[in-house]
């Protein structure tokens, strides 16, 4: 693994004296992994390049591994571990350059909070989740990102490409900004780590992150992917970094469920919502269909098992719930015909995005209920003017059951983010309205144990735009002709 360090500040050869290293040396450092290797290829007065390689040991690397849960004995051996960027270069990164990380110059006190221009080269960095989610992390820090994918075999192009980029960040900053930004980011976009993940990584985080952390727009992201998806330390880490930039997520209890989950989790709700919007979908006869507000993926884990639905497309404006999606529907491991199936991305239902257009059908699952009055009518515009699938499925909770459940016997909302809960008749001239502005028919159905008096605790609108059945068997009928 090779990550390069270069200034055109002058003098250049300035960066020696902040990396706390000779430019005329190579020196080698001892890990518990393997040994760091730091030399200069270029040191003048217009330009300085020092550069850190990581000779991993493979039988030090494994050691003390052979009980690690979610591999085979072989996956230790057989891995990218020695070749990429990841959390053996942030201890690298700690250990051989720590004392720059923490922006100390012994022999010049003067330039460790000097802003220099810098260019940092990552040559094989592993970006689980994309180019996109790479520039997210970097850009929003006032980093120029440069990116080359690389294929996975040149010998064999039809493989395609693989997850793994050469990246080039440039940035007039302090070399203890570069150096924190590195040493959280790369394990990160890795999205894994090859050590405990502790309490004391909640103190490691903050500290390298301290800053820029909490004002970061992906810090949800980045907080729960360094904290390997630990709810009860991501949840510590978000709480401690709430005062720099915002209130964190909804707060969940040690099993990671929030408020309305735990209440609806003691009546088995979820689960049957699911089956009836799945259901419904079924009914519809659609094949490509959108999940939107997609959260953690939990209706799309239901879809793909169905063969029915060819094209199953999940979005959501939370880049952390994406990441918990992908992880639930385990989309790194997926078969490739699986994988070709599904699609996660990253978006808002308050403008027209032309993606969400051509579609069969689409579900909003205990989505509006999230959305002040005027985002409501965007959301109506976006989804049954702009996108118009053929079907349209909406949950939201009955307001009017909540007395039966538990903790909200005496009123209140299932959730804190709710900024309203619907009464049957409410939801249904909503409902009504909206299929007449846009040409839909709509039904309604009950989910869940209904009582006589308050009804079911979720309510279901299935939204049919007019004219979408004969265009659907007009469809069928083509394909038939085609085979």
């Not at 494994?62 to 571990?81: E, F, K, Q, T």
Request: glycine fraction near 8%.
């Amino acid at each position: 693994m090779l990550l390069t360090i270069t200034t055109t500040s002058k003098p250049a050869t300035d960066l020696g004296y902040l990396l706390h290293k000779h430019p005329a040396r190579c020196q080698e450092f001892e890990l518990s992994f393997g040994k760091a290797i730091v030399f200069f290829p270029e040191a003048t007065e217009q330009s300085c390049t020092a550069a850190l390689v990581l000779a991993a040991d493979p039988i030090e690397m494994v050691r003390g591994r052979a009980s690690s849960r979610g591999s085979g004995i072989l996956d230790h051996y057989v891995n990218d571990r020695p070749y990429v960027a990841s959390s053996f270069l942030s201890v690298a990164i700690a250990q051989v350059f720590g004392t720059a990380m923490h922006g100390r110059c012994r022999e010049r006190a003067d330039l460790a909070g000097k802003a220099i221009p810098l260019e940092a080269g990552i040559h094989v960095l592993p970006c689980r989740g994309g180019e996109a989610f790479l520039r997210g992390l970097f850009e929003p820090l006032g980093y120029e990102v440069s990116a080359r994918r690389h294929q996975l075999d040149p010998a064999f192009p039809e493989w395609g490409e693989s997850q793994y980029y050469t990246v080039e960040l440039v940035k007039t900053a302090t070399l203890a900004s570069l150096l924190s930004h590195l040493y959280v980011l790369a394990p990160v976009l890795d999205n894994c780590k090859h050590y405990y993940i502790g309490d004391d990584e909640v103190e490691k985080l903050l500290s390298a992150g301290s800053g820029w952390l909490g004002s970061h727009p992906l810090k949800e992201a980045i907080t729960r992917r360094y904290l390997k998806f630990q709810p009860g330390l991501a949840r510590q880490a978000l709480m401690r970094l709430s005062d720099e930039g915002g209130p964190p997520e909804p707060a969940a209890d040690e099993k990671g469920e929030t408020r309305e989950e735990s209440l609806e989790k003691r009546i088995n709700l979820n689960e049957e919502r699911l089956m009836a919007v799945t259901g419904a979908l079924k009914a519809s006869g659609a094949r490509r269909v959108l999940d939107l507000g997609c959260g953690e993926g939990k209706l799309m884990q239901c879809l793909i098992r169905e063969k029915q639905f060819e094209e199953i497309v999940g979005m959501d404006v939370s880049i952390g719930a994406l990441e918990r999606a992908r992880e639930r529907l385990n989309m790194d491991m997926l078969p490739q015909k699986q994988k070709e199936r599904i699609r996660i991305m990253h978006g808002s239902l308050m403008y027209r995005d032309r993606r969400l257009e051509g579609y069969d059908a689409a579900a909003a699952v205990e989505v509006i209920e999230h959305l002040d009055p005027p985002r409501l009518m965007a959301f109506e515009r976006v989804i049954f003017e702009c996108a118009r699938p053929g079907t349209v499925i909406i949950t939201t909770p009955n307001y009017e059951y909540n007395p039966l459940i538990g903790e909200l016997t005496s009123g209140g909302m299932r959730h804190d983010d709710h900024r309203f809960e619907w009464r049957r008749a409410e939801f249904e001239q909503w409902a009504g309205a909206v299929a007449g502005r846009y040409g839909y028919d709509v039904s309604f159905q009950s989910i869940g144990r209904k009582d006589e008096t308050y009804g079911s605790p979720t309510q279901m609108a299935v939204f049919t735009r007019a004219g979408a059945g004969q265009e659907k068997h007009a469809d069928m009928e083509r394909k038939e002709v085609e085979n």
